[in-house]
């Protein structure tokens, strides 16, 4: 009697510890704007794991590239009583709503990925946006162009010293898409090269979209004209080089090939950098970017020093995590 007794008293404790555990443990609404994307793969994952390490919990939804899903989806969380959010919006211009909501409700917002502007940051104390300076793997990107170019006499295949590229743009309006489409060109002008845009076009981060723009492009400028591909990502990149191999292009012969750049280091772009068809890439660092997205919201949702976190706080708003170009050596 007296041990079953001391066993069911051992049980109620654990279970009223493990209530108390639960009761304390953060719980975090992460929104992502579409699942199916390489790089947001990337930073789920990162994510999630750093939510394990802190023993946070983490809900993450996919907001499947509509504005007005991800927004039911933000109302579901404040209503569940999430300690914090993670948004990584579908609409970065629409924003200010978002963060409206999570200020009425008194939650700290820490945005991903796709910046809202300053002043909606500056309507929250709570707001925060985590992300890498979008013009610096612009600048990076043409960097690998213009430095390939000069390595290389034969990579201007008409003679005329200039450079005729084809530029692959992601989804309008994201940072992404508006500062990396002007820093690579700006940068091989930097590198003292006349760039000359022979077309360009959206593929919305998208590896069809640009295997599809891009075929249409050799078709109606001809391969032979086309000195270099810039694209905004590396699935667009290799999108791109899809097409090029229809064309007998950047299948390892020499005299067939054209660079192509993309920006994330997503393993499939390393892949084809070690094969020879792609020349290189920008890291988008998504592990440190969803690691400090996680340990930010934690921080901020259990009144811990947001200092402490790891990682520098710039104007208390924001955490920007380094670019970084990524060659396999044919550069040199
Ligand atoms: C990445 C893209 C990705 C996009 C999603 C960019 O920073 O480079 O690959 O599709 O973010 O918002
Ligand atoms: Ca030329």
Same mark, same amino acid.
């Given at each position: 009697m007296r041990k079953i007794f001391l066993i069911t008293l051992t049980f109620l404790l654990i279970l009223s510890f493990s209530a108390i555990a639960h009761a304390d443990e953060i719980k975090i609404g992460a929104c992502i704007?579409?699942?199916?994307d390489a790089f947001m793969l990337r930073f789920r994952n990162a994510m999630s794991a750093e939510s394990e390490k802190l023993g946070a919990k983490i809900e993450i939804v996919d907001g499947r590239d509509d504005p007005t899903t991800q927004n039911e989806q933000i109302d579901n969380f404040i209503t569940a009583g999430v300690n914090v959010l993670i948004i990584n919006p579908? &609409?970065?211009? @629409? @924003?200010q709503p978002m963060i409206d909501k999570a200020k009425a409700a008194n939650i700290p917002v820490v945005f991903i990925n796709r910046e809202p502007t300053e002043e909606m940051l500056a309507s929250y104390e709570k707001a925060y946006y985590i992300g890498a300076k979008a013009e610096e793997s612009g600048t990076e990107a043409g960097e690998l162009i213009a430095e390939y170019f000069k390595a290389h006499p034969?990579? &201007?295949?008409?003679?005329?010293?200039k450079l005729q590229f084809v530029l692959l743009k992601g989804q309008n309006g994201h940072q992404d898409m508006i500062l990396r489409s002007k820093y690579s060109v700006e940068a091989i002008k930097n590198a003292g090269i006349e760039p000359v845009e022979l077309a360009s076009a959206i593929a919305n981060w998208d590896k069809l979209q640009a295997m599809q723009i891009m075929n249409a492009f050799t078709m109606a400028?001809?391969?032979?004209?086309?000195e270099a591909v810039i694209a905004n990502n590396d699935e667009m990149a290799l999108g791109a080089i899809e097409a090029l191999k229809n064309s007998d292009?950047?299948?390892? &012969?020499k005299d067939f090939y054209i660079p192509v750049v993309g920006v994330d280091a997503n393993a499939s772009a390393l892949d084809a950098m070690d094969k020879g068809e792609m020349l290189g890439t920008v890291l988008n660092d998504a592990d440190n970017q969803g690691t400090a997205a996680v340990r930010l919201a934690n921080a901020l949702a259990s009144g811990? &020093?947001?200092? @402490?976190?790891g990682y520098e706080i710039t104007d208390n708003k924001y955490i920007w995590i380094p670019y970084q170009k990524v060659t396999r050596g044919e550069n040199k």
């Amino acid at each position: 009697m007296r041990k079953i007794f001391l066993i069911t008293l051992t049980f109620l404790l654990i279970l009223s510890f493990s209530a108390i555990a639960h009761a304390d443990e953060i719980k975090i609404g992460a929104c992502i704007y579409r699942f199916n994307d390489a790089f947001m793969l990337r930073f789920r994952n990162a994510m999630s794991a750093e939510s394990e390490k802190l023993g946070a919990k983490i809900e993450i939804v996919d907001g499947r590239d509509d504005p007005t899903t991800q927004n039911e989806q933000i109302d579901n969380f404040i209503t569940a009583g999430v300690n914090v959010l993670i948004i990584n919006p579908v &609409d970065r211009m @629409a @924003a200010q709503p978002m963060i409206d909501k999570a200020k009425a409700a008194n939650i700290p917002v820490v945005f991903i990925n796709r910046e809202p502007t300053e002043e909606m940051l500056a309507s929250y104390e709570k707001a925060y946006y985590i992300g890498a300076k979008a013009e610096e793997s612009g600048t990076e990107a043409g960097e690998l162009i213009a430095e390939y170019f000069k390595a290389h006499p034969e990579a &201007d295949k008409n003679h005329d010293g200039k450079l005729q590229f084809v530029l692959l743009k992601g989804q309008n309006g994201h940072q992404d898409m508006i500062l990396r489409s002007k820093y690579s060109v700006e940068a091989i002008k930097n590198a003292g090269i006349e760039p000359v845009e022979l077309a360009s076009a959206i593929a919305n981060w998208d590896k069809l979209q640009a295997m599809q723009i891009m075929n249409a492009f050799t078709m109606a400028l001809g391969p032979e004209n086309i000195e270099a591909v810039i694209a905004n990502n590396d699935e667009m990149a290799l999108g791109a080089i899809e097409a090029l191999k229809n064309s007998d292009y950047n299948k390892g &012969d020499k005299d067939f090939y054209i660079p192509v750049v993309g920006v994330d280091a997503n393993a499939s772009a390393l892949d084809a950098m070690d094969k020879g068809e792609m020349l290189g890439t920008v890291l988008n660092d998504a592990d440190n970017q969803g690691t400090a997205a996680v340990r930010l919201a934690n921080a901020l949702a259990s009144g811990k &020093d947001i200092k @402490a976190i790891g990682y520098e706080i710039t104007d208390n708003k924001y955490i920007w995590i380094p670019y970084q170009k990524v060659t396999r050596g044919e550069n040199k």
